[in-house]
């Protein structure tokens, strides 16, 4: 598998030098790849903030990132990975990116320059009680997106307010170990823990590890899973005019996880409360070659394009939001995934109603109650243009070894619950929108893919 993957960039110059793209664009002819358009800047209707950003990402104080060169022997960072990072960031237009550095590095780094604060490019630290606990980068178009710390290292804790001990050589033992205690430590600084890579963890040590949860998908760790994929990309790159548009290379290799899923479902089906995240993880360290848009493959945008982990933060009291508000709403479980390379949606939904009182998600609802799941299948931002795609919303249940299907519809679903459990809902579509995007890959217009992944609803 891996020797697949060193054979695509192996060979990845010759495509990449001889194919050509089209620019994506927002267009009457709706949404096209390639184009990022936000989603509402607007309370949704029950008053939370929805926020989209990254949770596992590494930047240069990641001592694998920048193609193995983050720093130099002085300890100097590589500018033009860290300006990638900046660049990515911006124009993706993320709301936050929950770092997650490894500790190599990271351990050595000292706050604020873990935040990847630079007061030169008008950088404003957020301080609490005089000390800096998160950065608002500044982007040339006036956004600020809120760049928190993190690592990655024995767990991955994310949103660190400082580090957890006074020297490299204590923060790298704590950061290392997998201990209870040491998970303990970090959230005291103030950290949500959660468990990178789900395929690399037990069952049982999801479910007893005092953590917040786990991640539910991992692009890394997906790419591997698609070696076949790999080898027809490489057989195809003599013709490059088969292959498609650079901005959606990948969507032959993505598929679902299914020890994800079933890690997933084996948790929560033991009663288990847990949120779960998508992890971008990118380092910008694997895929050198450019695409045809001039961009190599692994650039921090491209990479940070692909999905967001969106969450419902309640407002502040100037009606922004702060780390406190994000971390809140991560630990709640008030979040969702969205592969936004298929789109950006708008109106997504998940709650239960018992009567006049509201549950979110991440939140407990007793089945006595008769609780109803509400779930609504969003539209595009931009459009969908000419072809739409054929989405189906599903309503899922926990149970050992993954997740029984309970219901699902083409339209808002509306599902009255009497067993306990514990209940998502995930938004699936068929991409015919993207067919001309995709040249010999066509096929996978018809091919489903889960847009949306829900967190839970707890019925006790």
Same mark, same amino acid.
């Given at each position: 598998?891996?020797?697949?993957?060193?054979? !695509?960039?192996?060979?990845?110059?010759?495509?990449?030098?001889?194919?050509?793209?089209?620019?994506?664009?927002?267009?009457?002819?709706?949404?096209?790849?390639?184009?990022?358009?936000?989603?509402?800047?607007?309370?949704?209707?029950?008053? !939370?903030?929805?926020?989209?950003?990254?949770?596992?990402?590494?930047?240069?104080?990641?001592? =694998?990132?920048c193609?193995?060169? $983050?720093?130099?022997? &002085?300890?100097?960072?590589?500018?033009?990975? #860290?300006?990638?990072?900046?660049?990515?960031?911006?124009?993706?237009?993320?709301?936050?990116?929950?770092?997650?550095?490894?500790?190599?590095?990271?351990?050595?780094?000292?706050?604020?320059?873990?935040?990847l %604060?630079? *007061?030169?490019?008008?950088?404003?630290?957020?301080?609490?009680?005089?000390?800096?606990?998160?950065s608002?980068?500044?982007?040339? =178009?006036?956004?600020?997106?809120?760049?928190?710390?993190?690592?990655?290292?024995?767990?991955?804790?994310?949103?660190?307010?400082?580090?957890?001990?006074?020297t490299?050589?204590?923060?790298?033992?704590? %950061?290392?170990?997998?201990?209870?205690?040491?998970?303990?430590a970090?959230?005291?600084?103030? *950290?949500?823990?959660? #468990?990178?890579?789900?395929?690399? !963890?037990?069952?049982?040590?999801?479910?007893?590890?005092?953590?917040?949860?786990?991640?539910?998908?991992?692009?890394?760790?997906?790419?591997?899973?698609?070696a076949g994929?790999?080898?027809? #990309?490489?057989?195809?790159? &003599?013709?490059?005019?088969?292959?498609?548009?650079?901005?959606?290379?990948?969507?032959?290799?993505?598929?679902?996880?299914?020890? %994800?899923?079933?890690r997933?479902?084996?948790?929560?089906?033991?009663?288990?409360?847990?949120?779960?995240?998508?992890?971008? =993880?990118?380092?910008?360290?694997?895929? &050198? =070659?450019?695409?045809?848009?001039?961009?190599?493959?692994d650039?921090?945008?491209?990479?940070?394009?692909?999905?967001?982990?969106?969450l419902?933060?309640?407002?502040?009291?100037?009606?922004g939001f702060?780390?406190?508000?994000?971390?809140?709403?991560?630990?709640?479980?008030?979040?969702?995934g969205?592969?936004?390379?298929?789109?950006?949606?708008?109106?997504?939904?998940?709650?239960?109603?018992?009567?006049?009182?509201?549950?979110?998600?991440?939140?407990?609802?007793?089945?006595?109650?008769?609780?109803?799941?509400?779930?609504?299948?969003?539209?595009?931002?931009?459009? !969908?243009?000419?072809?739409? $795609?054929?989405?189906v919303?599903?309503?899922?249940?926990?149970?050992?070894?993954?997740?029984?299907?309970?219901?699902?519809?083409?339209?808002?679903?509306?599902?009255?619950?009497?067993? $306990?459990?514990?209940?998502r809902?995930?938004?699936?579509?068929? $991409?015919?929108?993207?067919?001309?995007? #995709?040249?010999?890959?066509?096929?996978?217009g018809?091919?489903?893919?889960?847009?949306? %992944?829900?967190?839970?609803?707890?019925?006790?």
């Amino acid at each position: 598998m891996r020797a697949a993957v060193a054979a !695509w960039l192996a060979l990845g110059s010759f495509f990449f030098a001889c194919s050509s793209d089209d620019a994506g664009s927002a267009s009457a002819s709706g949404w096209t790849p390639g184009t990022v358009v936000g989603t509402t800047r607007e309370p949704t209707s029950r008053g !939370w903030l929805d926020r989209r950003g990254l949770i596992h990402a590494h930047s240069v104080h990641s001592h =694998d990132a920048c193609d193995g060169e $983050p720093k130099d022997a &002085k300890g100097k960072v590589n500018a033009p990975c #860290l300006d990638d990072f900046r660049q990515g960031l911006c124009s993706t237009r993320h709301d936050f990116v929950m770092l997650t550095d490894h500790k190599d590095s990271f351990a050595n780094t000292e706050f604020p320059d873990a935040l990847l %604060y630079d *007061a030169s490019k008008g950088d404003v630290l957020l301080e609490r009680g005089g000390t800096p606990v998160a950065s608002w980068l500044a982007c040339p =178009d006036g956004s600020t997106p809120l760049i928190i710390a993190g690592t990655e290292s024995g767990f991955m804790p994310v949103g660190l307010e400082r580090h957890v001990a006074p020297t490299a050589a204590e923060r790298d033992a704590i %950061y290392g170990a997998e201990t209870p205690e040491t998970i303990a430590a970090v959230k005291k600084l103030g *950290a949500v823990v959660l #468990l990178q890579h789900t395929e690399d !963890w037990s069952v049982e040590q999801l479910s007893d590890l005092p953590i917040d949860g786990f991640e539910m998908y991992n692009l890394h760790a997906n790419t591997f899973l698609g070696a076949g994929a790999v080898i027809q #990309l490489i057989q195809r790159m &003599k013709e490059p005019e088969l292959l498609p548009f650079s901005d959606l290379v990948l969507l032959p290799i993505v598929s679902e996880d299914k020890r %994800y899923l079933e890690r997933w479902g084996s948790v929560l089906a033991a009663g288990k409360k847990r949120v779960t995240t998508m992890g971008t =993880d990118c380092h910008r360290n694997s895929f &050198k =070659d450019l695409l045809p848009d001039g961009e190599r493959i692994d650039s921090y945008r491209r990479m940070m394009g692909w999905f967001s982990n969106h969450l419902l933060v309640a407002p502040g009291g100037q009606g922004g939001f702060d780390d406190l508000g994000l971390k809140a709403a991560l630990r709640a479980g008030r979040a969702y995934g969205a592969f936004e390379v298929l789109g950006f949606p708008i109106g997504f939904d998940f709650h239960a109603a018992t009567g006049g009182e509201v549950t979110e998600m991440g939140g407990e609802v007793p089945a006595a109650a008769s609780p109803v799941l509400h779930a609504t299948v969003p539209t595009a931002e931009g459009g !969908w243009g000419a072809k739409p $795609p054929d989405l189906v919303v599903r309503l899922l249940r926990a149970k050992v070894g993954g997740w029984d299907v309970v219901h699902e519809a083409a339209e808002a679903l509306a599902h009255p619950v009497s067993e $306990p459990g514990a209940y998502r809902v995930e938004v699936r579509m068929k $991409p015919r929108h993207l067919t001309k995007y #995709l040249s010999s890959y066509a096929d996978l217009g018809e091919k489903e893919f889960v847009w949306i %992944y829900s967190n839970a609803i707890y019925v006790k």
